[in-house]
């Protein structure tokens, strides 16, 4: 089993929708990082967290660490926001990120 | 500001060759990570590089590959022999303090290797 796991693996939406995509890991981390693969390959962070919630724009990520859980919303998405979100953690007292296998987002208009 | 360079973006060569790929961090950036994406897989962590040093190549298979980052210049992955199976997305990213887990590792843009 891997140690970072997402869901849904493939996801595809209509224009407008709220997409939620969630992430679940089962080690103790420093930090958790939202990322996004563009269709071309290159990858960009998203957010950080350690902790609560944040927002920007239109999307929002949550993270409960007690159930070693997080979240990736978008709201009122948009063709352009078709990619593949990774997940990835930091584990405790470490550099290293485990990555989750992405969840691959189609958003059609 | 530039982000993180890589070069090249797209490289391809026959078995047996050599593959050097080059990574320039973001300006005022000092830690270097190197990550491989193979087809229909997740990342995986290969290698952490401060200047001129080696932090940690745990990621890194045992032969034919290695890493450096000179005092001056991008640092550099290097395969040697590649076979097939070294075909794969690699990316560098960069961050500018520790290297713990909280900072935010900026990424480049990639290198595909194909191996013929």
């Known amino acids: 089993k891997n140690e970072v796991e997402q869901s849904p693996q493939n996801l595809t939406a209509q224009e407008g929708e709220f997409i939620t995509i969630n992430c679940s890991y089962s080690v103790g981390i420093s930090a958790l990082h939202w990322l996004q693969q563009h269709p071309g390959g290159g990858i960009v962070s998203l957010f950080m967290l350690s902790s609560g919630k944040k927002k920007h724009g239109r999307l929002i990520a949550t993270i409960n660490i007690q159930e070693k859980h997080s979240s990736l919303h978008i709201t009122a998405s948009h063709p352009r926001d078709s990619a593949v979100y990774i997940c990835?953690?930091?584990?405790?007292?470490?550099?290293?990120?485990?990555f989750g296998t992405g969840t691959r987002l189609k958003v059609l208009a | 500001n530039a982000g993180v360079m890589q070069n090249p973006r797209h490289l391809v060569r026959r078995r047996g060759q050599e593959a050097r790929l080059r990574c320039s961090p973001m300006k005022g950036h000092s830690h270097v990570y190197w990550y491989r994406q193979l087809p229909e897989e997740g990342l995986k962590f290969m290698v952490y590089l401060q200047k001129e040093n080696i932090i940690d190549e745990s990621g890194m298979p045992k032969e034919r590959f290695s890493a450096e980052f000179p005092k001056e210049g991008p640092s550099i992955l290097r395969i040697q022999q590649v076979v097939r199976g070294d075909s794969a997305a690699y990316f560098c990213a960069s961050s500018p303090l520790t290297g713990w887990g909280t900072d935010t590792q900026y990424f480049g843009p990639g290198t595909r290797l194909t191996v013929l």
């Open positions: 990835a953690v930091a584990a405790s007292g470490t550099y290293k990120y485990i």
